[in-house]
């Protein structure tokens, strides 16, 4: 899904995630798994992953100057209308994850994004595919993104 990028890019502070810089259409956020995102096997909850990937899509969507708060705002929510996960490898307590968001498709109102999360060592830990669509919060239908959006998008997936 993903190449191999250099781990040595600049890293600033937000909340509890780390932004990394975007690279093509690749947007990488760290994150540091707390004892509440595991089970009794010591392992990150399954359903902590569609978390871990819900906060890097926001954060992808700020990284290119579209805040959900705005989307909202706009009278537009994105929900979850699909999604695969494939678990590979286990995640435990305090463990440094690298969440890597891409933007695979658009089609109408649905986008498509790739995933992957990765350990310290580089190894790869889940891979997922999420698709949102975007709908109009007031009548709960589906419509075609924005021209900021789409445009944005766009450029991002004919990048890669």
Same mark, same amino acid.
């Given at each position: 899904?993903?190449?191999?990028?250099?781990?040595?890019? *600049?890293?600033?502070?937000?909340?509890?995630?780390?932004?990394?810089?975007?690279?093509?259409?690749?947007?990488?956020?760290?994150?540091?798994?707390?004892?509440?995102?595991?089970?009794?096997?010591?392992?990150?909850?399954?359903?902590?992953?569609?978390?871990?990937?819900?906060?890097?899509?926001?954060?992808?969507?700020?990284?290119? /100057?579209? *805040?959900?708060?705005?989307?909202? &705002?706009? /009278?537009?929510?994105? *929900?979850?209308?699909?999604?695969?996960?494939?678990?590979? &490898? *286990?995640?435990?307590?305090?463990? &440094?994850?690298?969440?890597?968001?891409?933007?695979?498709?658009?089609? /109408?109102?649905?986008?498509?994004?790739?995933?992957?999360?990765?350990?310290?060592? /580089?190894?790869?830990?889940?891979?997922?595919?999420?698709?949102?669509?975007?709908? &109009?919060?007031?009548?709960?239908?589906?419509?075609?993104?924005?021209?900021?959006?789409?445009?944005?998008?766009?450029?991002?997936?004919?990048?890669?």
């Amino acid at each position: 899904m993903f190449s191999n990028v250099d781990d040595k890019s *600049p890293i600033t502070r937000f909340n509890s995630y780390k932004i990394m810089e975007q690279i093509t259409n690749i947007f990488r956020t760290e994150y540091r798994v707390t004892y509440s995102d595991t089970d009794q096997m010591s392992y990150m909850h399954h359903s902590n992953y569609l978390k871990c990937y819900e906060t890097a899509r926001w954060e992808f969507f700020r990284s290119i /100057g579209i *805040p959900y708060a705005e989307i909202e &705002k706009n /009278g537009l929510i994105l *929900p979850v209308i699909d999604a695969s996960l494939k678990f590979i &490898k *286990p995640v435990y307590y305090d463990q &440094k994850i690298l969440i890597s968001v891409m933007v695979k498709a658009m089609s /109408g109102a649905r986008i498509v994004f790739n995933y992957q999360i990765t350990n310290e060592s /580089g190894e790869l830990i889940n891979e997922a595919q999420i698709s949102v669509a975007c709908v &109009k919060k007031s009548t709960g239908k589906a419509c075609i993104p924005p021209n900021k959006i789409m445009d944005s998008l766009n450029m991002l997936i004919n990048n890669n």
